[in-house]
């Protein structure tokens, strides 16, 4: 994915201010046949356990390009999927320009999903 991505899953710890701050994300969705059925498989509850687990995969380098602009999404995590009926999965990596990451509540991947995910 070369576009931007932003996600509304507050208690996932690669959340900052509704980007993403991985540096790659995994979304399932297998046989999906719409975003009900795909979850961002990378979502790791914070806490400093997965703090410390997780922080191979944090983008410093995004999360700092983020610091000086405050207008636009600068964090873009590579982004691998399995959800194959979906028109911007290529070869199980996401081609959208933009992909909202869906999960207010969730306190797992099974409660997120991608909700840009189009037949
Ligand atoms: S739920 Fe997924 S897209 Fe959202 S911040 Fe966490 S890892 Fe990134
Ligand atoms: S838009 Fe489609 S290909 Fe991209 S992450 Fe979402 S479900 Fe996967």
Same mark, same amino acid.
């Given at each position: 994915?070369?576009?931007?991505?932003?996600? $509304?899953?507050?208690?996932?710890? +690669? *959340?900052?201010?509704?980007?993403?701050?991985?540096?790659?994300? =995994?979304?399932?969705?297998? $046989?999906? %046949?719409?975003?009900?059925? &795909?979850?961002?498989?990378?979502?790791? %509850?914070?806490?400093?356990?997965?703090?410390?687990?997780?922080?191979? $995969?944090?983008?410093?380098?995004?999360?700092? =390009?983020?610091?000086?602009? $405050?207008?636009?999404?600068?964090? +873009?995590?590579?982004?691998?999927?399995?959800?194959?009926?979906?028109? +911007?999965?290529?070869? *199980?990596?996401?081609?959208?320009? +933009?992909?909202?990451?869906?999960?207010?509540?969730?306190?797992?991947? &099974?409660? &997120?999903?991608?909700? &840009?995910? =189009? =037949?």
């Amino acid at each position: 994915m070369n576009g931007s991505l932003s996600c $509304n899953a507050q208690n996932c710890l +690669y *959340n900052a201010n509704g980007l993403c701050g991985a540096s790659v994300i =995994k979304v399932r969705g297998g $046989n999906a %046949e719409s975003s009900a059925f &795909t979850q961002c498989d990378s979502f790791a %509850e914070k806490g400093l356990k997965n703090s410390l687990a997780n922080m191979f $995969n944090m983008n410093i380098q995004g999360e700092i =390009k983020q610091a000086f602009t $405050n207008t636009s999404i600068e964090m +873009y995590p590579k982004i691998e999927c399995d959800a194959r009926n979906c028109v +911007y999965n290529i070869g *199980n990596v996401c081609s959208a320009d +933009y992909i909202q990451i869906n999960g207010q509540t969730a306190l797992s991947s &099974t409660r &997120t999903e991608c909700s &840009t995910f =189009k =037949k």
